[in-house]
Each structure stands twice: as structure tokens, then as C-alpha cells.
């Protein structure tokens, strides 16, 4: 008789979190509700958090969120709310096309797990310690390797605030 | 609860006979239940003090009929509360509706996890523990818009956008002035952070090199941010009962309604203890290191004394306007942080000694709290004004100047 794995306290956890951050992002594309959509979004977020500290990841898992909860699901539900007539009830149209939407969802799936399994990981061959000098290099990295992509995003917000000030200014020129 | 009492415990568990495993599985559960049972007998106490000091600077008692001191009073109000029928829209969305409260009170209850009561008295001591303590922040945003939005009343919902608009506005200086202090000491810990502001004096420990003495323009900055993050007076334009209706807690009743208002005290206290860790030393004192137990001692009167004064502003001070709340965030402390720290930090690479440093570092804080008390006590003085003119005889308007400090009128 093939003896089950028993599995570690830490695959229950992984297994209970991806569960969560899978059955949000289902529920955010199911959902009737606009509302409700953003909401299980934001729930989402969260379960992607949770993955990253099972990684040890604790710096991206609070920064994810900060940035993603605190942030862009806040703005999110912003906008919706600031949008009329989506508010309460059945909002969301459906179709009855959830069929082939299925079908093409999963053969993208399968093209992504054929090319996922194609590339050469690199085995971690250290175990990374996660703390201030993580961080700290982290922020070195940030400032002098990819300065140009930080420097360029930085712009790039710069500009979205000036636009959303002219678009929502008073007194056009 | 790694470290010192936690093996303390599970060593004298394990001096009893029981096995080191169990022994120190029973130290995580009565270190999980000791925060897990803090946080609401925190609550009826703080709520038993803001009673009593809004009160006395009210000139009345407060409490005091149920139990010593009407200490038992919030007990009653509990139980009532509990005891109420348990009222819900029939438009209101369900499942938002009833997770709003449970989200804000987790929300306030996680941070708990992180700060350092005493030496070693922490449930973790995260590498992140500081922006772990902003990222909760942002999850009671999404809970206050949850409730403006399940409620189905427009009344909620616009609250719900004013209390986001002021939570993210005061995020900004909260976290800067933050990074003022992570940049100083390059960590993120709690505990390392409260164990570096120790002043050692011939291999004796004062306790009292508070980051609040070096950096009083963060601590200033810091506090205000806190006191708007809390929703506490003047920033208490979230929920003014008479004026705009109660807030986005207008349609909520009984326990739920207890849920907020627990979330909010709860919150404005961890705020006051943040604020003790971070630049009024934590735990750190006089005989700290001889005697731990005084750590204890010593964080609670720091975190203590910042909720007293927090409700001394409470009781003394005029509600702001939305427009002056998002005035005062944006155009005066985040402009004034991001210059701090830029100064900060051209300074700590200043080929200068360590003593150099700390007096420029004091001097660049010192500009910043005259900017900052500039700014509002030209606002004090202008409302001072217009509240006159609203009384002014017609024929005299425009002649009165307000009184010089200090003149009796």
C-alpha cells in the first residue's frame, strides 16, 4: 500500500492561501457587482501578499500592500464609485460566451505552462537571509542599476498628476 | 514571542517536567492570548479616560457611579450595546456591510503584533515593522469604504471619501517623517529601534537618547499625521455628529457600531505607542538594563502620556475644515518633510564627525517646527478673527483686532 506525503504545516498554509488568492481572482471576473469586482481585487492583492511572505518575502509583502491594497484598489473603487449608475446591483453584463472564454482562458494556460516549463530556472543555490541588508541592497539596486526605470516611472507619475490636475482644473486656459 | 520571556517561560514550563516542545508551544499560546485579551481591556480604559479628562477640562465629574471612579461605566455601555437589536438596511449589500467593522478592527488589532512593550517583550520583531504598521493603515481605508458603500446611504458614502481623502493625505508626512528615522538608524525593527535610543554614560544607561530630542521637526510632524491618521480633534472633521451627520458609521448600530468606535480608540492609543517607540524611546530609561520589568513600566507612561495629551487637544481645540485639513498635508508637511529629509541625508554623508551631524540634523528640525508652528498658528489667529467678526455689531465691522496673548476679555 503507497504510504501518502504527509504534507508540512507550511504546504497547508500555501495551499490554504493560493486557494484564497485563486478563488478571489475567479470571484473578481464572476462577480455581478462592479463593486464587489474591485473588492475581491483588493482581496486578491492580499492573498498575493500572503505568497509573498510564505517566500520570505516580507519587504514586497508589505509593500505589495501598501502600494496595491492602500493605493490602487483605493483608487480603483474611486472611480467606480465616482462613476453613476454603477453602483448597486447587477452591473456587471454577461454574456453567454463564457464558454469559449473558458476554452481560449485555459489553452492560455497550457501555452504558458509550455513555455514557463521550457525555461532554465536558476536553482537557489543560497538561502537568502531576509533583513536590513536585503532591503538595503534592494534600495542600492534601486538607485544605481535600474535608476533609469526608476527614474523613468517617477516622470511618468509626475506627468499623470499634472494631467489629472489640468484635466480637473476650473478655469481652462 | 522569541527571546527573553518567552524562554523564560518555556524554561520554567520545562523546569516542571514538561516537554521542551509542548513547553514552548504553551509560551506562544499565553503570549498570542496575553495581546489577543490586551487589546479590548486597553479599550474600556482608554475610553474610562477620555471620559474623565474631556470632562474635567469641561468642568464636570464624568463617569462615576458604576464601579471605583465609574471605572465599570464602559462595562454598562458594552452590555448595552451588546443588547441592542441589531439593525441593518434593507438595501445595504450583506456580506460588505458585516465585514466592514470585523476588516477595521483587525485592521487596528494587527498592529499590536509589532510594538515593543519592554526589552525582548514583543510578539515579532519584523524587518519591515514599520511599514508594516503603514500598510495596516490602508487596509482600514478599504474598511471605512466598505461601510460608505454597503450602507447604500449617500450620506455614508461621501464620508467614507472624505475619511479616505484624509488618511491618505496624512499617510504621506506619517511615512516620511518615518523614513527620517529609518534613515538615521538603517532599521526597520521595532525593537532595534527603540533599544538604539539608549544613551550610554560611563557604561551606565540612561535610557534618554531619544530620536524626539535629535529630530523634534519628524516628532512634531509625526504627531499631527497621527492625530489626522486617528481621526482625533482637530482632525475629527470625519465625524461631526451635528454638523455632517456622524460619519460613514451612519447606518451602522449595536456591536458593529461598537467595532468602529473600539477600531478608533484602539488606534489612536497604538498611534500614541508608535509614536513612544519611535521618538520618545519606547521602553527605554533610567535602570532599564537592571531592572526589565521597568522597560514595561516605562512604555506604558510614555504611551500613556501621548494619548492624554492627544485628549487634551481633544478637548481644547477647534475642528478644522476639509479644505484647511488637505491644505495644511499638502502644501505645508510633506513639502517640508521631503526637504527634511533631503537635508538629512546629504547631511549623514557629510565628511563631518558624528557630533557635527547630530547638531545640523537638530538644527534642520528646529526650521522645521517654526515653519510648521508658523503655519498654524497664522491659521489660529485668522480664525480667531473671523469667529469675532461673526459676532461684530454691523456698524463695527472690519474695527476689532483680537486680543494680545494673554489679555483677559
Known sequence: ?173 | MRGYWADLLSGWLAGLGVPEGIALALAYVVGGTVLLIFAPVLALLLIWITRKVISRIQDRIGPNRVGPYGLLQTVADALKLLSKEDIMPAKADWTTYNLSPILSVFSVLMIVVVVPFGPGLIGVDLNVGVLYVVALGSVGIMAAIMAGWASNNKYALVAGFRVVAQLISYEVPMVLAIVAVVLWTGTMRFGELAARQSLEIFGFNLGLGWFGFLMPGALLVFFIAALAEAEQTPFDLLEAESELIAGFHIEYSGMKFAMFFLAQFLNSWFLGAILATLFLGGWQGPFVDQVPILGVVYFFLKAFGVYLVLQWIKGTYPRIRIDQMTHLAWKVLVPLMVLLITVQAIIQKLPVGAPAQYVLIFLANVAVVAVVVQALGNYYRREEVRSKRAFEPRGLVGSMVPAEKGVMY
Open chain 1, 1 to 173: 500500500m503507497p504510504t501518502l506525503p504527509v504534507p508540512t504545516f507550511t504546504q497547508v498554509v500555501f495551499v490554504l492561501i493560493a486557494a484564497f488568492t485563486v478563488i478571489s481572482g475567479l470571484g473578481v471576473v464572476v462577480a455581478r457587482n462592479l463593486f464587489h469586482s474591485a473588492l475581491l481585487l483588493a482581496a486578491t492583492f492580499f492573498g498575493v501578499a500572503g505568497l509573498y511572505v510564505m517566500l520570505e518575502a516580507e519587504f514586497l509583502a508589505v509593500t505589495q500592500i501598501l502600494i496595491y491594497v492602500g493605493a490602487v484598489a483605493t483608487l480603483i473603487t474611486f472611480a467606480i464609485m465616482l462613476t453613476r449608475g454603477a453602483m448597486h446591483g447587477e452591473t456587471n453584463p454577461l454574456n453567454r460566451q463564457w464558454g469559449k472564454a473558458a476554452l481560449f482562458a485555459f489553452l492560455f494556460l497550457v501555452g504558458l505552462l509550455g513555455y514557463l516549463g521550457g525555461i532554465p530556472w536558476p536553482a537557489p543555490f543560497q538561502a537568502i537571509q531576509a533583513d536590513e541588508g536585503l532591503i538595503a541592497r534592494l534600495g542600492e539596486q534601486l538607485v544605481t542599476r535600474y535608476m533609469v526605470s526608476l527614474e523613468v516611472m517617477g516622470l511618468l507619475l509626475m506627468v499623470a498628476l499634472v494631467g489629472a490636475i489640468l484635466l480637473a482644473r476650473d478655469d481652462k486656459p
